[in-house]
């Protein structure tokens, strides 16, 4: 993301890949010179971030900044109170499962504990020095009576560094292969780091973006906080971002401008997954983005409203689109049972999914349940088969092929054996959890970087549900739209879920306006046809949203009209918690 838009990069009707809220004049601020100002008029601070940010880089860039001024400073890095390697790699390992699994199980420590605790705490200001600064991931942790500076850092970001081998896992000191530091981070310190992040929310002075190697964009927490609360009454989009893979088509890279083309397809484009997405912040050109975590741990209710209680700081529903346009099949795959998802990963919701056929070449399917005539372990044994010998499967023989077609809803609740074919754009409608998928046939074909990817019979296994099988597919599992309301000039349409899912899917068609009520409920929603339309919410505020932009009206928005300021009929979809 750049550091300042040099013109507004919002044009109407044009997918948007840097969405920012604007704040208004003189709340953002650029570059260290500022920064080490702010910091020489407290003469005491912590520097407190996220994983993955480049801390010597940052203490260098304020050394220099410093020492201009003549200012003598006491730097106490928390790096060098972390427990030794071979202590960390003993805690954490009874939560990364085996070397070659892709998962483990949700971490139950705290930061903390990878640290010497005793010994940072402990550390004091020296009087003998101008300035004094504890800085290092955990640096909170000294309990300084001093202003926090944050540093945070977008999740994409922080991948591309750990593939490109700039980063480490927390307390490691030699690299890993990408998906070990991945798994690492999901089940351990991004859990540990949002634990962290939660408690010091409301001791945070000062709120920085570290995903830029030698600048830096920062503003203070109680305007950061103002920002929240006053996109939580109106819309929020995340920040998008899109990521290539084996089976990946060309949809996105002609849809979507200002991309990178250099790469040989996009899978996915991470819509609306909050615990991968950031929220931007916008002020006199200036971006600051922000982890999507801050919004639920500060705003959790404004947001779900009247499902808060049930979901705390988690944001249950997500969006994103799974591009085989031109593209090859998904693995053959299905999710965990909600049991055992919690009892193996420590997750607390499954991964429910639905597939809404935003566009389609003319022979597209869907793959989606079991043929009348299944016979598990003889489907089994083909698969390992497949598995030991490189042999063909004809998968036909036993899963069920849709035609798909644009607007078409295929339901996935957990345990249902499903892919997207080939020459889909799928946009996938889902609950949060994204990375439990248990792949059963992957075509014979290796991932990008040529290796075989992880084929999961067993867990498959474990999950699948046989009975959803013949006609039952068709009558449970392929939704059948129903007109709900109908006005003068639209149609309020339900696309009903499967019992499992805890959201359910409305689609709204309109030619001019409609006004609809949250009724102190979330709505995800996104234009799936039509040029663009503009949202108007209750508190004075209003927004523009283009074709396959997804954004969010929170709960406490209470009411919002949409206009479309196209010149055909638009298509909304709205997805919501039961």
């Given at each position: ?128 020095y101008d300035i004094n600064i504890a800085i290092g ?253 490189g042999s063909e499967v004809t998968i036909t023989d ?131 046809e039509g040029e663009s339309i503009l949202i108007e ?42």
């Amino acid at each position: 993301m750049p550091v300042k838009l040099e013109q507004d990069n919002a044009l109407e009707g044009i997918y948007n890949i840097y969405p920012a809220y604007s704040l208004g004049e003189n709340k953002i601020f650029n570059g260290y010179g500022s920064l080490a100002k702010w910091i020489v008029e407290q003469k005491t601070v912590i520097i407190d971030g996220y994983a993955g940010v480049f801390w010597d880089k940052i203490k260098s860039a304020l050394q220099q900044q410093m020492a201009a001024t003549g200012l003598k400073v006491n730097w106490i890095d928390t790096a060098a109170f972390l427990k030794p390697v071979s202590e960390i790699e003993t805690i954490v390992q009874p939560y990364l499962g085996v070397p070659e699994s892709v998962w483990g199980t949700r971490c139950l420590l705290e930061l903390k504990d990878l640290y010497v605790f005793e010994d940072l705490a402990a550390q004091l200001p020296d009087n003998g020095y101008d300035i004094n600064i504890a800085i290092g991931t955990a640096a909170s942790l000294i309990n300084w009576d001093s202003p926090i500076i944050y540093i945070d850092l977008p999740k994409n970001e922080l991948q591309y560094r750990m593939r490109a081998g700039s980063v480490t896992n927390m307390g490691n000191n030699q690299m890993e292969e990408p998906f070990l530091m991945y798994k690492r981070s999901y089940f351990v310190d991004w859990v540990l780091l949002n634990q962290h992040k939660k408690a010091i929310l409301d001791k945070i002075t000062v709120l920085a973006d570290g995903q830029w190697p030698t600048d830096i964009n920062w503003m203070l927490a109680a305007d950061f906080k103002e920002g929240l609360n006053k996109i939580c009454h109106s819309t929020i989009r995340v920040r998008p971002w899109f990521e290539p893979g084996a089976w990946g088509g060309q949809w996105i890279k002609q849809h979507i401008p200002n991309i990178n083309e250099d790469v040989v397809n996009y899978a996915w484009s991470f819509e609306l997954i909050v615990p991968e997405n950031g929220l931007v912040f916008e002020s006199e050109g200036y971006l600051l983005e922000a982890s999507f975590d801050f919004l639920m741990f500060h705003n959790q209710e404004q947001v779900l409203g009247k499902h808060a209680a049930q979901f705390g700081d988690e944001f249950p529903i997500r969006f994103d689109f799974l591009d085989t346009y031109d593209g090859g099949n998904l693995s053959i795959q299905c999710h965990p049972k909600l049991k055992y998802i919690q009892e193996t990963f420590g997750e607390t919701i499954t991964q429910d999914e639905t597939y809404y056929i935003l566009d389609c070449e003319k022979d597209a399917h869907v793959y989606l349940g079991f043929q009348e005539n299944i016979d598990p372990e003889a489907f089994r044994n083909e698969l390992e088969k497949s598995q030991d010998e490189g042999s063909e499967v004809t998968i036909t023989d036993y899963v069920q092929s849709h035609s798909a077609k644009k607007h078409d809803l295929f339901l996935i609740p957990n345990g249902t054996v499903h892919s997207a074919g080939a020459g889909n754009l799928v946009l996938e409608i889902s609950a949060t959890p994204y990375i439990f998928t248990f792949k059963m046939y992957d075509w014979l074909r290796l991932d990008l970087d040529g290796n075989p990817r992880p084929i999961n019979i067993d867990h498959a296994f474990n999950n699948l549900n046989f009975e959803r099988k013949g006609n039952r597919v068709q009558e449970e599992l392929i939704s059948a739209p129903k007109v709900l309301e109908t006005g003068k000039d639209w149609e309020l349409i339900h696309l009903p879920t499967h019992a499992d899912h805890f959201y359910d899917v409305h689609r709204i068609d309109f030619d001019s306006a409609i006004k609809i009520e949250t009724d102190n409920c979330c709505h995800v929603m996104m234009l799936v046809e039509g040029e663009s339309i503009l949202i108007e919410t209750a508190d004075g505020s209003s927004q523009i949203f283009a074709y396959a932009e997804t954004f969010v009206v929170p709960a406490a928005a209470n009411s919002y009209k949409i206009t479309n300021l196209g010149k055909s009929k638009a298509k909304v979809i709205k997805a919501f918690l039961k």
